[in-house]
Nanobody
Framework: QVQLVESGGGLVQAGGSLRLSCAAS????????VGWYRQAPGKQRELVAS???????NYADSVKGRFTISRDNAKNMAYLQMNTLKPEDTAVYYC?????????????WGQGTQVTVSS
């Protein structure tokens, strides 16, 4: 079983940048797609970006052009570079195996990392 731990959040002014990191345990990290999700207060968790094992990426329309997802399989790491942050990006951000989340077979969410964007 793979465990993922998020880090890198913080408080930033609108227009600023943050880089989130996702550290994975286990030797199978390189074979599964990774998703970055976020959950704002009072809202459902949403997928903001995903990357396949081969490096293909997808983004939610709300972050397209501002966020970049990447991965380093040799280090068992995934990243989310967030630029031109907006107050509406404020949320707790999580990483997870995207396929397992999509089919409803994932319940090992971590604590996430808080991102707060001030106006």
């Amino acid at each position: 079983q793979v465990q993922l731990v998020e880090s890198g959040g913080g408080l930033v002014q609108a227009g600023g940048s943050l880089r989130l990191s996702c550290a994975a345990s286990g030797s199978i990290f390189s074979i599964f797609a990774v998703g970055w999700y976020r959950q704002a207060p009072g809202k459902q968790r949403e997928l903001v970006a995903s990357i396949t094992s081969g490096g293909s990426t997808n983004y939610a329309d709300s972050v397209k052009g501002r966020f970049t997802i990447s991965r380093d399989n040799a280090k068992n790491m995934a990243y989310l570079q967030m630029n031109t942050l907006k107050p509406e990006d404020t949320a707790v951000y999580y990483c997870a195996p995207e396929t397992m989340v999509r089919i409803g077979h994932y319940n090992s969410w971590g604590q996430g990392t808080q991102v707060t964007v001030s106006s």
